[in-house]
C-alpha cells in the first residue's frame, strides 16, 4: 500500500488566490482527518470524515475554508481567498475500522506559502 | 471541552541517558493515547499507544505509563540515540472509536553525542 497520498507536496501562492489541497486515503480506510500545523499552534485538527460524512468541522478557521469528501478515495481542502497567515503544513490522515483501534495514518504533508 | 497538555515543550539529553515526556487529558471518557514521533520535515508516525485497560507498555528502549486516576500518561525513552532527536506528541482520543485525536503540543528532543 502507498499509504496516505497528498498532492501538491509544495505549493507558493499569492494573495487572493484559491488554493485546493487534495488526499487520497488508504485504500479501504473509512475516516479521514485534515490537519494544520504551524509553529505556533501546533498541531490542530480542522476536520473530519467518517464514511465520507463529516462529522465535525469546529476547527475550520472560517468560511475560507472548505472541505469535501465526495467518494471514499479522495478528499480535498480548499482555501479561497488565501491569506498569508494560512501559510502551515496541511496534513491529512486516514484510519481503518480494522486499524489498531484509533490510530491514524498521516501523509507526506502540503507545505504551503501564501505571499 | 477536551484538552491535552504536553511538557517539557522542549527536552535536551545527553546520549545514553534517558527521557521522559508527560501529558495530561481532561476527558475522562478517553480510553487510547498514542505516542507520534516527527522528525525534520516528515510526518508524525506512530510509535507506541496505550490503552485504558493497561497501565504500562514497552516496546524495546520506549515505554508508555497510564495513570487513569490521575488523567496523565508518559513517555520513556532509554539509552537515547542521536537518531531519537525529535518532536514528539501525545494524544487522547475523544468521542469513543471513531472519534478523533486530540494531540498535546509536542516536545523538542534533542540528544547530544
Known amino acids: 500500500d502507498a499509504g496516505v497520498i497528498q498532492s501538491p507536496r509544495h505549493e507558493v501562492t499569492e494573495m487572493g488566490q484559491e488554493v485546493t489541497l487534495r488526499c487520497k486515503p488508504i485504500?479501504?480506510?473509512?475516516?479521514l482527518f485534515w490537519y494544520r500545523q504551524t509553529m505556533m499552534r501546533g498541531l490542530e485538527l480542522l476536520i473530519y470524515?467518517?464514511?465520507?460524512?463529516?462529522?465535525?468541522d469546529s476547527g475550520m478557521p472560517e468560511d475560507r475554508f472548505s472541505a469535501k469528501m465526495p467518494n471514499a478515495s479522495f478528499s480535498t481542502l480548499k482555501i479561497q481567498p488565501s491569506e498569508p497567515r494560512d501559510s502551515a503544513v496541511y496534513f491529512c490522515?486516514?484510519?481503518?475500522?480494522?486499524?489498531?483501534?484509533?490510530?491514524?495514518?498521516f501523509g507526506p504533508g502540503t507545505r504551503l506559502t501564501v505571499l | 471541552g477536551e484538552n491535552v497538555e504536553q511538557h517539557p515543550s522542549t527536552l535536551s539529553v545527553q546520549e545514553g541517558d534517558s527521557a521522559v515526556i508527560k501529558c495530561t487529558y481532561s476527558d475522562s471518557a478517553s480510553n487510547y493515547f498514542p505516542w507520534y514521533k516527527q522528525e525534520l520535515g516528515k510526518r508524525p508516525q506512530l510509535i507506541i499507544d496505550i490503552r485504558s485497560n493497561v497501565g504500562e507498555k514497552k516496546d524495546q528502549r520506549i515505554a508508555v505509563t497510564l495513570n487513569k486516576t490521575a488523567k496523565h500518561f508518559s513517555l520513556h525513552i532509554t539509552e537515547t540515540q542521536p537518531e531519537d532527536s525529535a518532536v514528539y506528541f501525545c494524544a487522547a482520543n475523544y468521542g469513543g472509536s471513531q472519534g478523533n485525536l486530540i494531540f498535546g503540543k509536542g516536545t523538542k528532543l534533542s540528544v547530544k553525542p
Open positions: 470524515f467518517n464514511n465520507n460524512v463529516p462529522i465535525d
Open positions: 485504500s479501504g480506510h473509512n475516516s
Open positions: 490522515a486516514s484510519r481503518g475500522q480494522t486499524s489498531s483501534y484509533n490510530e491514524q495514518f
